[in-house]
């Protein structure tokens, strides 16, 4: 489903169009498994989702049994089918689903359900796409979603995370039948009915400060009840099974009542007068919504939940994890719900969006899907990068109308969180704290806000008596609202402890990029709660809220003595050689000044800092690492936001996530982190704020620049994935048209080129290490990470130092560089791994022929 990598001829270079970090005291140790990207063995042993193939494998493993038993196969469906003939079956073997049959009215309906394994194949052509889109991010989880044709997996998750948003089983399969095009295969209703069985019938809330166990099924509560660890946890002094009326229970689809959220904004009174002028809840023309009705046959405010009679019992604060752990156990997970607004103990915060913020409608609908029944869910909510995460949280904020704890991922988040909720809401300077290693405020009054770091709070070595003051000042009391950002990269481990430390009433989490090569995302599951809403990246561009970007892959060939020394070089140092490729100088030269030209601001990404440096320096630019100043990066920060002079600035790593420049509409990426989608999506996330992206025609553009035939390639083709699955598509270019024509073309010589490779070879190991901002300061985003950070054993040694000859430091880097690679060469000849035979051959071969050129001499 990936779009085609097409190749470019130069001509058209209009088209040019986010570890284990360990870092500075308040800064978290984060672990992003898409490092094991980094391994290649890795990368193809674990895939993506395998909690769900897992589950899969289960029922196919029954499946054969039953086939077995009496003819059916794993997902129930008759053995018959797969002796159907036609004349292509043979073609498509088992995968040759011509019987399901195809319903009369089928063009009319966008969906085609796989029976085999959940997968549903969306036509995102159809004039219902867009509200098939709605229920199926609300069903299942989005795998991948270019131009025309979607795909989407309905996985245990995600039907846990549709019945927590409200939907019922029956409306599931009512829906998805009505928009296929074929009958919903009975494995999957099935499977939708297995799945969806006990999820969300069990909810945890906290109402007049006593924890509840709510269900509108009486038997499930029986059914819990029965459970010994339960049963003891039940506080006996109140009535069992107590109906409690749900004023305002409204479901997902259904239109929010009463809901705070939107209550105030421009955008509320703007949907107002879209509901009476009869569009859609999507802007959608009616016509385009009678055809969804007509077709789908359900109107969305159809699907209102009746749960006039809810039943719960009182269980006893202190063993509130028990019990949550036990369903879990029983297969009931809990939904926890905050019941907020009768809260009385907890004193209220008077927080309110400013009457100028107007929230945008997908801001919206993420938050309708966590106050859909007047209530707080806990949940996780992904909308792309730019896209306005912190609006979304500081709008729950003021919605929810409690203390609130922020945690993120580092010091500088730390201010910025601070800085936009003075910016969006009327919270003022001595309402809202900050809690970092340098800072450690309490707001004033009963309640307020605290900004901190998920480490700061985590941390439980060293701390200072400051610290453990504050600390006492986190845990002493109920926070309302607990706001995690960034949750996709923080460890497990680190989450249970801010989760068991921290007691607050509800959770939500934001990410841009919700993946993980491994399981953990079950964690956040669990320990969050499901995923709430899933935003679609290009609708968001479609419609102008983030900017469209043209992506382009440049392919810069190697020149023959980097290539030879790629080759030779077992160490980190391979890197470095395709990073300084003096051919990608050229074309990143070429790039900037093309961009300038069209009047683009440019960001240059390295995460080696040593080619940072050098290309900073060699093109006359102006950059920052880790070890730039805080001043220092202001004053370069502000020369790119101002001043016409500064067009172009060279970022490490520490720009990924930290840094907001809606100036920049131009990104180019000379090295990266190995083959990280993470990193790939957050970078491309400093130009979908671009600020001209609602100009006519404008484009933002996104260069991989990567050294052909080395490793770099297998490692851009993998961090590519997340975006190509958001719809994006890589061009590549293979020549940049008028290049050779530039005047003051750098490394043009080949005099100049082993000048260059000279300098590399003398570099130390430790700054050829892609990974490492060694200079990272405190604070910044980007850590230290190396392969063994992510449990791999390291395959390069630790620091080296090789030592440069006199001649060099004197100036005669020419001479210097065959004195070097003389003795380079003959180390290497030594310390050689044993070489591939067609290697071994050719050097042989070589040894002879020197050795009968001299015999000739
Ligand atoms: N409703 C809105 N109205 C106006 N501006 C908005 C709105 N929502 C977000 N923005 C602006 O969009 C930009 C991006 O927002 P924000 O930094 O919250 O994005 P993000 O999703 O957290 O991005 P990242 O994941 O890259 O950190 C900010 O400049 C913010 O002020």
């Keep these: 489903m990936a779009p085609k990598r097409g190749h470019e001829d130069g001509s058209d270079v209009a088209i040019p169009f986010k570890k284990k970090r360990t870092s500075d005291n308040d800064d978290y140790v984060d672990v992003d498994d898409d490092e094991y990207a980094e391994s290649e063995a890795n990368s193809s042993l674990v895939p993506r989702g395998a909690t769900i193939n897992f589950s899969a494998l289960t029922r196919k493993l029954e499946a054969s049994r039953k086939v077995q038993e009496n003819g059916n196969d794993s997902m129930g469906l008759p053995a018959h089918r797969r002796q159907q003939d036609s004349l292509v079956s043979h073609i498509f073997q088992d995968q040759d689903f011509s019987w399901l049959h195809l319903k009369p009215d089928h063009a009319s309906r966008p969906l085609w359900i796989s029976p085999e394994d959940g997968h549903i194949i969306l036509e995102a052509f159809s004039p219902i796409a867009e509200q098939a889109q709605d229920f199926l991010v609300a069903i ?17 998750y995600s039907l846990y995370a549709a019945v927590s948003v409200g939907l019922q089983t029956e409306d599931i399969i009512e829906v998805l039948n009505r928009l296929s095009k074929v009958p919903v295969p009975e494995s999957i209703t099935t499977f939708i009915r297995e799945r969806t069985l006990s999820y969300g019938k069990v909810k945890l809330v906290l109402k007049h400060n006593k924890y509840f166990v709510e269900s509108s099924h009486p038997e499930t509560l029986q059914t819990l009840l029965k459970d010994k660890v339960i049963r003891e946890a039940r506080v006996h002094s109140q009535v069992v099974d107590t109906s409690i009326k749900a004023s305002t229970f409204t479901t997902s689809r259904a239109p929010v009542k009463g809901n705070l959220v939107i209550a105030g904004t421009k955008e509320a009174e703007k949907r107002k007068e879209d509901s009476g002028n009869a569009t859609g809840a999507n802007g959608a023309p009616t016509a385009d919504k009678d055809l969804f009705t007509s077709v789908v046959g359900v109107e969305s405010d159809e699907i209102d939940e009746d749960d006039d009679n809810v039943h719960a019992f009182e269980i006893d604060d202190a063993k509130i994890d028990d019990v949550k752990k036990r369903c879990n156990e029983l297969e009931y997970p809990m939904l926890e719900e905050y019941d907020f607004r009768n809260d009385t103990v907890n004193p209220n915060l008077d927080i309110d969006l400013k009457p100028s913020t107007v929230i945008r409608p997908y801001q919206e609908t993420s938050l309708s899907k966590m106050f859909g029944n007047g209530r707080a869910r806990s949940g996780i909510i992904v909308l792309p990068c730019g896209a306005g995460k912190t609006l979304v949280g500081i709008t729950a904020a003021c919605t929810i109308k409690k203390s609130c704890l922020v945690l993120c991922t580092s010091s500088v988040s730390v201010m910025q969180w601070r800085q936009q909720f003075i910016q969006w809401s009327n919270i003022t300077d001595r309402q809202i704290a900050v809690f970092t290693a340098d800072q450690k405020e309490k707001f004033a009054g009963d309640s307020g806000i605290v900004v901190s770091t998920y480490s700061m709070v985590a941390n439980t070595h060293n701390r200072s008596h400051e610290s453990k ?23 497990a481990a680190m989450f249970r402890r801010v989760v068991t430390t921290i007691k607050a009433h509800s959770k939500l989490g934001l990410t841009a990029t919700l993946v993980r090569e491994d399981d953990k995302i079950a964690d956040l599951n669990y320990m969050i709660g499901p995923k709430l809403y899933e ?16 992506c382009a892959e440049v392919w810069c060939p190697m020149t023959p003595e980097f290539y030879r020394e790629y080759l030779r070089e077992q160490s980190r140092k391979r890197m470095l050689l395709y990073c300084m490729n ?36 060699k093109l006359g630019k102006l950059y920052i690492h880790g070890g730039t100043g805080q001043v220092e990066r202001m004053r370069i920060l502000q020369h790119f936001q101002h001043s016409p002079e500064v067009n172009t600035i060279f970022l490490s790593k520490v720009g990924d996530t930290s840094i907001d420049l809606p100036e920049a509409t131009c990104l180019i990426q000379i090295s990266s982190h190995f083959g990280s989608r993470r990193q790939e999506a957050q970078r491309l996330g400093r130009i979908l704020r671009a600020k001209r992206r609602n100009d006519e025609g404008f484009n933002a553009f996104f260069y991989s620049l990567v050294s052909k035939d080395t490793q770099e390639m297998f490692y851009s083709t993998k961090r590519q994935q997340f975006l190509i699955d958001q719809g994006y598509a890589f061009k590549v270019i293979t020549h940049l048209d008028g290049l050779e024509e530039m005047p003051d073309l750098v490394y043009r010589t080949r005099d100049e080129q082993i000048e260059l490779i000279s300098s590399v070879l003398m570099a130390n190991e430790s700054e050829a290490d892609l990974g490492t901002d060694v200079r990272a300061g405190e604070g910044d985003l980007a850590g230290t990470i190396t392969s063994k950070d992510f449990g791999m054993p390291s395959r390069f040694p630790a620091v080296q130092r090789t030592t440069g000859s006199l001649s060099a430091l004197s100036g005669g880097q020419h001479m210097s560089y065959v004195e070097q690679n003389k003795s380079a060469n003959k180390k290497l000849a030594r310390e050689a791994a044993p070489r591939h035979k067609l290697f071994a051959k050719r050097d042989k071969d070589k040894a002879s022929a020197r050795k009968e050129g001299r015999s000739q001499a």
């Design 140 to 156: 299942s989880e989005p795998v991948s979603r270019p131009a025309f044709i979607h795909e989407y997996k309905l996985t245990s």
């Design 469 to 491: 003051k504050m600390m006492d000042f986190l845990t002493s009391r109920e926070w309302g609202f607990i706001l995690l950002d960034e949750v996709h990269v923080v460890p």
């Design 535 to 550: 935003a679609n990246w290009m609708d968001l561009a479609a419609k102008g809220h983030i900017a469209n970007v043209q």
């Design 582 to 617: 003096p051919k990608k100088f050229q074309a990143c030269q070429f790039l900037i000044k093309y961009h300038e030209d069209r009047g683009d601001k440019i960001i240059v990404f390295s995460d080696n800092v040593f080619a940072l440096e050098a290309y900073a320096k």
